[in-house]
């Protein structure tokens, strides 16, 4: 008799992106595909002083079980380091640490969906948030996006129209738009939020990876100027891709009736964030290293984010349309078709690993209807010369 497994398994589909993966290995790839920070700027001294340090100072608390809620000291840290960024009035009790800003959105999703609800999603945004909502049977309304975010105008209406458990939404440098919505529009959102008595849930795990300009503050720093929205608002923060996404260190500020439900839900599920991780990440935020670690990572990444716009600029013309991005990873381009060059994702994805390049096709990203011409790539991983390269190749593809 086979397994008879869950029928919440049936909302999600293996995704395609991971049979593109399984290509990966092959030799001399150059790779655009993933969704990661570059491991060689790890601050690997900064961390192993920190770890060292914990297990110096209180070793008894970085290998004990600990509170769900939380390492009281890192609880501290992350208040502090949330208030640098203009977030007024969240107490160290007021954010729960989470293994990595993924589980806070399960917990979200744990907490607030029940199958058949309205849960309203950027147009595209992250493929795991998409599964992740639709393993708890979330029927996923997509609004649409532009330059400046989320569209707000239409937002209003399908939350009119829907009436949705919650909307979910990546303000800041999103993944896979690169897209970050306009200080006006945030404010919109916030009052929706108010109007409508829905929940908002801002995924920032990119908003401090600018690389000039600082984009405009978190929902959650606005949400003290806009009356009543902080009762509304979900904030999930992370450590991975500013410091190293292996600590899975992230956070959660939430409405007190939601944070306690969420806390009851990880008690059940992994009772902990790892305690020696939580005192590592302690230990490196009260040591001071953040703010050169950060302005580390955007001078590097603002440098192939650069390359990559000018190699796509130069190699592929008029037949990519993008937005050169000013923070996050990821450079989000449209096939043009111009001058009758291949204007669809996955067969372009295909064909370009034949040429010794990879990146992911945008179609995944939609939760409805898909636009085929789009594509993600991430320019983290590789180097300058090595994005020059890959473009060539990327052009070589889709002239073939
Ligand atoms: N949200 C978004 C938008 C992401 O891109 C990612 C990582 N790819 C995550 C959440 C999860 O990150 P982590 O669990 O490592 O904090």
């Known amino acids: 008799m086979p397994i008879a497994f869950a029928q919440r398994l049936n909302q999600v589909e293996t995704s395609a992106i991971r049979e593109l993966f399984k290509l990966l290995g092959k030799p001399g790839i150059i790779s655009f595909a993933g969704g990661f920070p570059d491991s060689a700027m790890f601050d690997v001294d900064g961390i192993r002083a920190a770890s060292a340090a914990a297990l110096a100072q209180e070793p008894g608390a970085a290998l004990q079980y600990g509170a769900t809620e939380g390492y009281q000291p890192l609880r501290e840290q992350l208040a502090a380091f949330m208030a640098s960024k203009g977030v007024q009035g969240v107490a160290p009790e007021g954010l729960i640490v989470t293994t990595g800003s993924q589980q806070a959105l399960d917990l979200v999703a744990k907490t607030l969906i029940d199958p058949g609800d309205k849960v309203i999603v950027e147009a595209p945004t992250f493929l795991a948030t998409i599964q992740c909502f639709r393993l708890y049977g979330a029927d996923l309304v997509g ?173 592929l013309g008029d037949a990519v349309d993008f937005v050169q991005p000013r923070g996050g990873l990821f450079v989000w381009a449209r096939l043009t078709g111009a001058g009758g060059a291949l204007a669809d994702g996955n067969a372009l994805a295909k064909r370009a690993i034949d040429k010794g390049v990879a990146f992911v096709p945008g179609a995944p990203f939609f939760c409805g209807a898909p636009d085929a011409a789009t594509l993600r790539l991430s320019f983290a991983t590789a180097d300058v010369v090595r994005i020059r390269d890959g473009i060539a190749r990327l052009a070589q593809a889709l002239r073939a």
């Open 143 to 315: 609004a649409p996006i532009d330059g400046d975010g989320v569209q707000v105008d239409r937002l209003e209406q399908l939350i009119a129209e829907h009436r949705p458990k919650l909307v979910y939404l990546i303000p800041t440098f999103g993944n896979p738009s690169g897209a970050t919505l306009s200080l006006e529009r945030r404010k919109k959102v916030l009052e929706l939020a108010v109007k409508y008595q829905t929940v908002i849930v801002e995924d920032d795990p990119y908003g401090d990876l600018y690389f000039g300009e600082a984009p405009p503050p978190s929902l959650l720093a606005l949400s003290s100027q806009v009356p009543g929205s902080r009762d509304w608002l979900v904030h999930c923060g992370s450590l991975s891709k500013v410091l190293s996404p292996g600590l899975r260190v992230g956070w959660m500020v939430a409405p007190p009736e939601l944070l306690a439900r969420a806390v009851m839900c990880k008690q059940f599920s992994d009772a902990h964030t790892s305690t020696f991780a939580q005192a590592t990440a302690a230990h490196y935020l009260q040591a001071g290293r953040m703010p050169a670690t950060l302005a580390n990572v955007r001078a590097v990444y603002a440098e192939r984010a650069q390359a990559m716009g000018d190699a796509l600029r130069s190699e």
